[in-house]
């Protein structure tokens, strides 16, 4: 059974730093593309990042470019999302989701979902 | 950046009632799209991609068909558990855009 459980969102001020991970379980870790989607509160899905299963290509936002950083570790099973520069629009849940199909191509629609972990931005 | 969006942003139908949503993209992206359904305080779920290829365990009354700038989700005969929010998203490169969501309901 496919499980990936986020954790590491919190309270944080702006201009701080949050680092995401997701725990990934059930399938073959490394052969899958990786994003991360967010959720404000209340409102749609927003695409913020993602990573090919080696972890040599990532891709991101225009929203988050320069201030988000996605990686991996295939040996640990977990992808993390290390946030800087927070600032207050960032607040949201943040997904980590699994690329539908393995392979060498980063496969940006999702067949598995976590839970998500809530990042508050404020002072 | 290639845009979506969807219409109408809500709808109330009746049970067994024949639903459709539609998505366009602001550029062709041949059959890259996805439709999700995200249920009140739940995680979203893949319906369909490829435009129109069910996703496996998705009842057959949902359906989806389009290809290059316009798309569609139908549900054939609505039920009670369809109550939801359904959002569009493309996938033929990176940003994987999603559209702003069509909340249904039953009236």
């Known amino acids: 059974e496919v499980q990936l459980l986020e954790s590491g969102g919190g309270l944080v001020q702006p201009g701080g730093s949050l680092r995401l991970s997701c725990a990934a379980s059930?399938?073959?870790?490394?052969?899958?593309?990786m994003s991360w989607v967010r959720q404000a509160p209340g409102k749609g899905l927003e695409w913020v990042s993602a990573i090919s299963g080696s972890g040599g290509s990532t891709y991101y936002a225009d929203s988050v470019k320069g201030r988000f950083t996605i990686s991996r570790d295939n040996s640990k099973n977990t992808l993390y999302l290390q946030m800087n520069s927070l600032r207050a629009e960032d607040t949201a849940v943040y997904y980590c989701a699994k690329g539908r199909k393995s392979g060498w191509y980063v496969e940006i629609y999702f067949d598995y979902w976590g839970q998500g972990t809530l990042v508050t931005v404020s002072s | 950046d290639i845009q979506m969006t969807q219409s109408p942003s809500s709808l109330s139908a009746s049970v067994g009632d024949r639903v459709t949503i539609t998505c366009r993209a602001s550029q062709g992206i041949s059959n890259y799209l996805a439709w999700y359904q995200q249920k009140p305080g739940k995680v979203p779920k893949l319906l369909i991609y490829?435009?129109?290829t069910l996703q496996s365990g998705v009842p057959s009354r949902f359906s989806g068909s389009g290809s290059g700038t316009d798309f569609t989700l139908t549900i054939s005969s609505l039920q009670p558990e369809d109550v939801a929010t359904y959002y569009c998203?493309?996938?033929?490169?990176?940003?994987?855009?999603f559209g702003p969501g069509t909340k249904v309901d039953i009236k």
């Open positions: 059930g399938f073959t870790f490394s052969s899958y593309a």
């Open positions: 490829a435009a129109s």
């Open positions: 998203q493309k996938y033929n490169s990176a940003p994987g855009t």
